[in-house]
């Protein structure tokens, strides 16, 4: 989307969280920006404009100015981590459960990281498991629900290679890499709402649906998300 | 393999034709044996009833008909078999259908009995597996699911005989199931759409075929062709892709979804579990026989009492029964005291029991030492196969055989050829891509040997130190997997992932396995028979033609020179070309002669290993993956095992290696 005017199609406090997120990854490669850097670097797509985006986040007190570098404060930093926090969730989702194209996935992302509110942003945080990293392998910053959880250990949601032998899960959606996985996975009975059972995963991963055992490849089981089940 | 034992057919009988479906592994050809009381595979490896299996059946009133189709999940089919399931349903369109479910996993059965609903085919409901269901406390109220489908639902356990006597009885009463699934109402417009460009002729079954199409069935394809109207296949896509539009998920998703929330509802009503599993034996055994660590103890032990069964026994004690009793001292002086009194020629004599003899080799080796070791073989093989062990070795061996581009359930195919590498090769059409096919095509004719083979092989390497057993072994399983690694990578195509259904550990049936055993013994027999006879006639004609010692030194730079093998052994690569058990039993007729020694033997074995299996195994070849890529194997096939076998015979002579 380099050229094609974000500064013009977006409201403003889009375009101030551009430069927010612009800032934290910049911060998290090792390097500090200048407003001419920024300018011409920023991957909303560099203009003229940007200094004065800049000029506003001094003035609410989110970055300032160091020997003419921009840094974060510390209430900019928190605002810049769950933009960042937004973008990469969206991309697991597009990019890694609906299997979008890299390109389009970080398209999408762009959009949705000003419009999540934080509520929806914990759903799809939950719905994804929690994931650390983004496709690019970069970490995606932790926000309260995924502590909350870490110290009861299971997720919302997890794929069923990530379940431990022994453990049940309710499928809620199936997504295989290959289309036609999808009919035969609803034949045998592994459809959304189905109970799961991880009996092994070594030397292959084998589950129990209903009575019947299947014998799946890791690659699918990655396609399978499932809320897991607590024994009663 | 052609098991088509139909009783006489001639005369079709009035009552319409009894057509038996369902899931894999449930029992169906049990339940075809009981009705028709003739022979029938059953197997729990999914995949192995590709055939299909034909009887009639005299204990139903009119003796109909009885078609045993292979198991399958969906009638809108994801692999060979449930397309074979399929059309045998369209191709019968007056069969009664009499569908045999797993009990405890009702849920799939009722989905199937919804799709059977939708092509308006009457039908009985068997719930077999009544003992297993049992077991794991699972009660299904059959009296209450019979009155919500309007259909006969009879519970059965096939293996005891308990509650197939109600089959005749009820036969009568077959109709429509009651089973009603709520679609979309964009589906269902479609439904409608499609069902009216349909023949008329077809009736109720065009509401389940209107759903096949639209679900995206490629397999229908040429029928739909023939069924619909001048521009209705363009009018069925552009239903489908309204349809995508408009549910933002396929059709087949959508009309899944619906058929199992309609299953889910009726069982709510019918299926009751009331306790836990409770993890019986034979779940124990199934847990072991697939655990990374337990697993390996099961299957060294499996393969040691193979190795007693059909190497030892088979092998050993009925091969020495057979050979020195019946051959030695009955059939052969016999045929040969016929022959000197009723043939006056020679030359002819010889043809019928010289040492090129059509009797005294041909028939001795073939029904003397090859036939004992087949059939214990295929004894053990039905017992893995109906004991539910083999998926469970494709569980094991997965992530080995992904480094030769193939997946657990190529397992099959390669344990088969152990036992015949024909019979495998034609096998290799349940792996679902054509890049599998050709991979274990390959490696079956490089270096899986047959049971026939093993056993002259086990035999000569016994005489050695275990070494050369190692040494064997280590050169043929490294030659595979090299190969299997080369080819998997510079082969295009791609392989399949892997999702396989584990059956339950079951006892097999002994009946059972003594039928399929006879079956496949026979049809081995009619397969190599006549190619034993060819091969004996070959040597026939080169050794009264002088031709052997011409060939033999024309190969000598070959076999002399690069593997360092007396020029004899050249007789046994000519024959070897035919089938390499028989080129095996040349090199052990050498040793025993003590014209080879233990490097030689080693030698000598590691290539007639690598060499393709058998005329019969090119010919199914060829008829399986065409002629270009037959030839193709072979060459590559036979300059390779050459090379490997010049390559060892370097290396143990640099390294000086005695054996």
């Not at chain 2, 090199?587 to 033997?601: N, P």
């Given at each position: 989307?380099?050229?094609?005017?974000?500064?013009?199609?977006?409201?403003?406090?889009?375009?101030?969280?551009?430069?927010?997120?612009?800032?934290?990854?910049?911060?998290?490669?090792?390097?500090?920006?200048?407003?001419?850097?920024?300018?011409?670097?920023?991957?909303?797509?560099?203009?003229?404009?940007?200094?004065?985006?800049?000029?506003?986040?001094?003035?609410?007190?989110?970055?300032?100015?160091?020997?003419?570098?921009?840094?974060?404060?510390?209430?900019?930093?928190?605002?810049?981590?769950?933009?960042?926090?937004?973008?990469?969730?969206?991309?697991?989702?597009?990019?890694?459960?609906?299997?979008?194209?890299?390109?389009?996935?970080?398209?999408?992302?762009?959009?949705?990281?000003?419009?999540?509110?934080?509520?929806?942003?914990?759903?799809?945080?939950?719905?994804?498991?929690?994931?650390?990293?983004?496709?690019?392998?970069?970490?995606?910053?932790?926000?309260?629900?995924?502590?909350?959880?870490?110290?009861?250990?299971?997720?919302?949601?997890?794929?069923l290679?990530?379940l431990v032998p022994g453990e049940k899960g309710r499928v809620?959606?199936?997504?295989?890499?290959?289309?036609?996985?999808?009919?035969?996975l609803?034949d045998l009975g592994v459809i959304p709402g189905a109970v799961l059972t991880l009996r092994q995963?070594?030397?292959?991963l084998v589950v129990e649906v209903d009575h019947t055992l299947l014998a799946l490849?890791?690659?699918?089981?990655?396609?399978?998300?499932l809320r897991p089940l607590v024994e009663t | 393999?052609?098991?088509?034992?139909?009783?006489?057919?001639?005369?079709?009988?009035?009552?319409?034709?009894?057509?038996?479906?369902g899931n894999p592994n449930v029992g169906k050809?049990v339940i075809?044996?009981?009705?028709?009381?003739?022979?029938?595979?059953?197997?729990n490896?999914p995949?192995?009833?590709?055939?299909?299996?034909?009887?009639?059946?005299?204990?139903?009133?009119?003796?109909?008909?009885?078609?045993?189709?292979?198991g399958?999940n969906?009638?809108?089919?994801?692999?060979?078999?449930?397309?074979?399931?399929?059309?045998?349903?369209?191709?019968?369109?007056?069969?009664?259908?009499?569908q045999i479910g797993d009990t405890k996993n009702l849920r799939r059965v009722l989905y199937l009995t919804a799709?059977?609903?939708?092509?308006?085919?009457?039908?009985l409901l068997v719930l077999n597996l009544q003992d297993e269901a049992r077991d794991l406390g699972v009660r299904v109220e059959a009296s209450e699911l019979e009155r919500r489908l309007?259909v006969p639902v009879i519970p059965a356990t096939a293996t005891r005989n308990a509650g197939l006597?109600a089959?005749?009885?009820?036969?009568?009463?077959?109709?429509?199931?009651?089973l009603?699934?709520?679609?979309?109402?964009?589906?269902?417009?479609?439904?409608?759409?499609?069902?009216?460009?349909?023949?008329?002729?077809?009736?109720?079954?065009?509401?389940?075929?209107?759903?096949?199409?639209?679900?995206?069935?490629?397999?229908?394809?040429?029928?739909?062709?023939?069924?619909?109207?001048?521009?209705?296949?363009?009018?069925?896509?552009?239903?489908?892709?309204?349809?995508?539009?408009?549910?933002?998920?396929?059709?087949?998703?959508?009309?899944?979804?619906?058929?199992h929330r309609a299953v889910a509802e009726l069982l709510r009503q019918v299926f009751h579990v009331q306790k836990a599993r409770g993890g019986t034996l034979r779940d124990r055994l199934g847990e072991l026989s697939m655990h990374?660590?337990?697993?390996?103890?099961?299957?060294?032990?499996?393969?040691?009492?193979?190795?007693?069964?059909?190497?030892?026994?088979?092998?050993?004690?009925?091969?020495?029964?057979?050979?020195?009793?019946?051959?030695?001292?009955?059939?052969?002086?016999?045929?040969?005291?016929?022959?000197?009194?009723?043939?006056?020629?020679?030359?002819?004599?010889?043809?019928?029991?010289?040492?090129?003899?059509?009797?005294?080799?041909?028939?001795?080796?073939?029904?003397?030492?090859?036939?004992?070791?087949?059939?214990?073989?295929?004894?053990?093989?039905?017992?893995?196969?109906d004991s539910g062990y083999?998926p469970r070795?494709?569980v094991?061996?997965?992530?080995?055989?992904?480094?030769?581009?193939?997946?657990?359930?190529?397992?099959?195919?390669?344990?088969?050829?152990?036992?015949?590498?024909?019979?495998?090769?034609?096998?290799?059409?349940?792996?679902?891509?054509?890049?599998?096919?050709?991979?274990?095509?390959?490696?079956?004719?490089?270096?899986?040997?047959?049971?026939?083979?093993?056993?002259?092989?086990?035999?000569?390497?016994?005489?050695?130190?275990?070494?050369?057993?190692?040494?064997?072994?280590?050169?043929?399983?490294?030659?595979?997997?090299?190969?299997?690694?080369?080819?998997?990578?510079?082969?295009?195509?791609?392989?399949?992932?892997?999702?396989l259904e584990v059956p339950p550990v079951r006892v097999p049936s002994?009946?059972?396995?003594?039928?399929?055993?006879?079956?496949?013994?026979?049809?081995?027999?009619?397969?190599?028979?006549?190619?034993?006879?060819?091969?004996?006639?070959?040597?026939?004609?080169?050794?009264?033609?002088?031709?052997?010692?011409?060939?033999?030194?024309?190969?000598?730079?070959?076999?002399?020179?690069?593997?360092?093998?007396?020029?004899?052994?050249?007789?046994?690569?000519?024959?070897?070309?035919?089938?390499?058990?028989?080129?095996?039993?040349?090199?052990?007729?050498?040793?025993?002669?003590?014209?080879?020694?233990?490097?030689?033997?080693?030698?000598?074995?590691?290539?007639?290993?690598?060499?393709?299996?058998?005329?019969?195994?090119?010919?199914?070849?060829?008829?399986?993956?065409?002629?270009?890529?037959?030839?193709?194997?072979?060459?590559?096939?036979?300059?390779?095992?050459?090379?490997?076998?010049?390559?060892?015979?370097?290396?143990?002579?640099?390294?000086?290696?005695?054996?």
């Amino acid at each position: 989307m380099s050229e094609a005017g974000f500064l013009e199609s977006r409201s403003p406090g889009a375009a101030r969280e551009e430069v927010l997120e612009e800032l934290w990854t910049a911060h998290e490669g090792g390097t500090r920006l200048t407003v001419e850097a920024l300018a011409q670097t920023i991957h909303a797509g560099p203009g003229e404009g940007w200094g004065q985006v800049a000029q506003e986040l001094v003035e609410r007190g989110l970055v300032r100015l160091a020997d003419g570098e921009l840094v974060l404060t510390q209430t900019g930093e928190r605002e810049a981590r769950e933009v960042v926090r937004r973008h990469r969730l969206a991309e697991v989702l597009f990019h890694e459960v609906l299997d979008l194209p890299m390109d389009d996935s970080e398209a999408e992302a762009c959009r949705l990281e000003h419009v999540l509110t934080p509520g929806a942003t914990a759903a799809v945080c939950s719905f994804l498991g929690h994931p650390p990293l983004c496709p690019h392998g970069r970490p995606i910053p932790p926000g309260d629900c995924c502590s909350a959880l870490s110290r009861r250990v299971s997720s919302l949601i997890c794929r069923l290679a990530d379940l431990v032998p022994g453990e049940k899960g309710r499928v809620v959606l199936v997504a295989p890499h290959h289309r036609e996985r999808l009919d035969q996975l609803a034949d045998l009975g592994v459809i959304p709402g189905a109970v799961l059972t991880l009996r092994q995963r070594k030397p292959s991963l084998v589950v129990e649906v209903d009575h019947t055992l299947l014998a799946l490849e890791d690659e699918i089981a990655q396609g399978i998300y499932l809320r897991p089940l607590v024994e009663t | 393999m052609d098991m088509s034992r139909a009783p006489d057919l001639a005369a079709r009988p009035a009552s319409p034709p009894v057509l038996l479906v369902g899931n894999p592994n449930v029992g169906k050809s049990v339940i075809f044996g009981a009705l028709t009381r003739t022979y029938v595979t059953v197997a729990n490896y999914p995949g192995t009833t590709v055939e299909i299996i034909r009887g009639r059946a005299l204990s139903l009133p009119g003796a109909p008909e009885v078609v045993d189709a292979p198991g399958t999940n969906s009638l809108t089919p994801q692999s060979d078999d449930e397309r074979v399931a399929r059309d045998l349903l369209l191709a019968e369109p007056d069969a009664v259908v009499l569908q045999i479910g797993d009990t405890k996993n009702l849920r799939r059965v009722l989905y199937l009995t919804a799709q059977l609903a939708e092509l308006g085919r009457r039908q009985l409901l068997v719930l077999n597996l009544q003992d297993e269901a049992r077991d794991l406390g699972v009660r299904v109220e059959a009296s209450e699911l019979e009155r919500r489908l309007g259909v006969p639902v009879i519970p059965a356990t096939a293996t005891r005989n308990a509650g197939l006597d109600a089959i005749p009885r009820r036969l009568s009463q077959a109709a429509v199931a009651q089973l009603e699934c709520s679609y979309p109402a964009v589906v269902e417009r479609a439904v409608l759409d499609v069902a009216g460009l349909l023949p008329a002729e077809l009736g109720a079954a065009r509401r389940g075929l209107a759903l096949m199409l639209l679900s995206g069935d490629r397999t229908l394809g040429e029928w739909a062709r023939e069924a619909l109207p001048e521009g209705g296949v363009g009018l069925v896509e552009r239903r489908q892709a309204e349809l995508k539009r408009a549910l933002g998920i396929g059709a087949a998703t959508a009309i899944a979804r619906a058929r199992h929330r309609a299953v889910a509802e009726l069982l709510r009503q019918v299926f009751h579990v009331q306790k836990a599993r409770g993890g019986t034996l034979r779940d124990r055994l199934g847990e072991l026989s697939m655990h990374p660590i337990w697993g390996v103890p099961v299957l060294a032990a499996v393969l040691f009492l193979a190795y007693e069964f059909v190497g030892v026994f088979g092998a050993g004690t009925l091969v020495r029964l057979v050979e020195d009793g019946l051959f030695g001292k009955v059939i052969n002086p016999a045929a040969t005291a016929l022959a000197n009194k009723l043939v006056p020629w020679a030359w002819l004599r010889d043809l019928f029991v010289g040492p090129y003899g059509v009797v005294t080799m041909a028939l001795t080796y073939a029904i003397a030492i090859v036939l004992p070791v087949v059939g214990t073989f295929f004894i053990l093989f039905g017992v893995l196969e109906d004991s539910g062990y083999l998926p469970r070795l494709a569980v094991m061996v997965n992530r080995i055989f992904r480094g030769m581009g193939l997946n657990g359930k190529a397992v099959l195919p390669m344990i088969l050829g152990l036992g015949c590498d024909t019979m495998a090769t034609l096998t290799t059409r349940i792996l679902p891509t054509r890049k599998e096919r050709v991979l274990v095509t390959l490696l079956l004719a490089l270096g899986v040997p047959c049971s026939a083979q093993l056993g002259v092989v086990l035999a000569m390497l016994g005489s050695m130190a275990p070494a050369g057993t190692l040494i064997w072994g280590g050169v043929v399983a490294g030659t595979l997997f090299g190969v299997g690694w080369a080819a998997a990578r510079l082969m295009p195509g791609k392989g399949s992932d892997f999702l396989l259904e584990v059956p339950p550990v079951r006892v097999p049936s002994l009946s059972n396995i003594l039928v399929k055993t006879v079956a496949r013994t026979e049809w081995y027999l009619k397969e190599a028979l006549p190619l034993f006879v060819l091969g004996t006639l070959l040597l026939f004609v080169l050794d009264v033609s002088g031709m052997l010692p011409r060939l033999e030194a024309l190969a000598a730079p070959l076999v002399v020179g690069l593997l360092g093998l007396p020029a004899q052994a050249t007789d046994a690569f000519l024959v070897g070309f035919l089938r390499r058990d028989y080129g095996a039993a040349g090199f052990f007729v050498l040793r025993r002669g003590g014209q080879l020694d233990g490097v030689q033997s080693v030698v000598a074995l590691s290539v007639i290993t690598l060499f393709v299996p058998c005329i019969a195994n090119l010919f199914v070849m060829i008829k399986e993956r065409g002629f270009k890529t037959a030839m193709a194997m072979v060459a590559f096939i036979v300059p390779f095992a050459f090379a490997v076998g010049a390559l060892l015979n370097w290396v143990l002579r640099a390294l000086r290696v005695h054996l």
